[in-house]
C-alpha cells in the first residue's frame, strides 16, 4: 500500500478528519437553551443522549466548541436521562470560555466527551446539608436530587448562592433550595 492509500482506522483516509458535525444525527451536541446568568457566566442545556443516560451526580464532560477550540471541562450541572440532555454553566473567563459563549442556541458543540470522573457518593447519611457558592452551586442539585433515591431516605436541603448570580437567578436547575423526601 502506497502512503496516499494509506487507511487510518480513527480517521478514514489520510487528511480526512471525522466530524460530529457531519453525524447523521444532526441534534447530537445541539445547545437547546441558553441562559445568560450574569456578565461573566452562561448557561447551556445540551442535547447528547449518551452522555445523559450514563451520567451521575458530581461527575464531568469535557467540551470543545470549534475544531482548533481547546478542550475545557465543564461539571454536569443537571440532567435528564429519558430527555437526553445535560446542563453546563460555564464561566467566561479566557480566549476558549469566550469563543464558547459566541455559540447560541440551536448550534452545536464539536466534541462533547463524557460523563468523567467519580461519582458523588449517594447513601443514606439522614440529614443532609449542602452548601455551595459561586460556580461550586453547579454539582449541589445534582446531588441533591440524587438523595431522593431508592437507596436513600435522607433529608437534603441546600444553600446556594453567589454574588455572579445577584440577578436573582440560579443555574438552569430548579430555583427549590430545600427539600425533604
Not at 492509500?5 to 445547545?31: F, M, W
Not at 464539536?110 to 453547579?138: C, K, M, Y
Request: one cysteine or more; proline letters at 4%; a positive charge.
Amino acid at each position: 500500500m502506497s502512503a496516499t492509500t494509506h487507511t487510518h482506522v480513527c480517521k478514514g483516509h489520510a487528511g480526512n478528519l471525522y466530524s460530529i458535525l457531519n453525524t447523521p444525527d444532526e441534534q447530537l451536541n445541539r445547545i437547546l437553551e441558553k441562559q445568560r446568568l450574569s456578565e461573566s457566566v452562561s448557561c447551556f442545556k445540551v442535547y447528547v443522549p449518551a452522555c445523559a443516560r450514563f451520567c451521575h451526580a458530581g461527575q464531568f464532560v469535557v467540551v470543545r466548541g470549534h475544531e482548533q477550540g481547546e478542550r475545557i471541562p465543564l461539571t454536569i450541572a443537571d440532567f435528564d436521562r429519558d430527555a437526553g440532555w445535560i446542563t453546563l454553566v460555564v464561566q467566561i473567563m479566557g480566549a476558549g470560555t469566550r469563543k464558547l459563549d459566541q455559540l447560541e442556541e440551536g448550534d452545536r458543540f464539536l466534541d462533547v466527551v463524557g460523563p468523567l470522573g467519580h461519582r458523588s457518593e449517594i447513601r443514606n447519611f439522614g440529614t443532609v446539608v449542602l452548601v455551595g457558592g459561586g460556580l461550586g452551586i453547579a454539582p449541589v442539585y445534582p446531588i441533591q436530587r440524587a438523595m431522593k433515591g431508592p437507596a436513600t431516605r435522607s433529608s437534603a436541603s441546600s444553600a446556594r448562592g453567589t454574588r455572579a448570580f445577584s440577578s436573582g437567578k440560579t443555574a438552569c436547575a430548579p430555583q427549590a433550595t430545600s427539600a425533604t423526601w
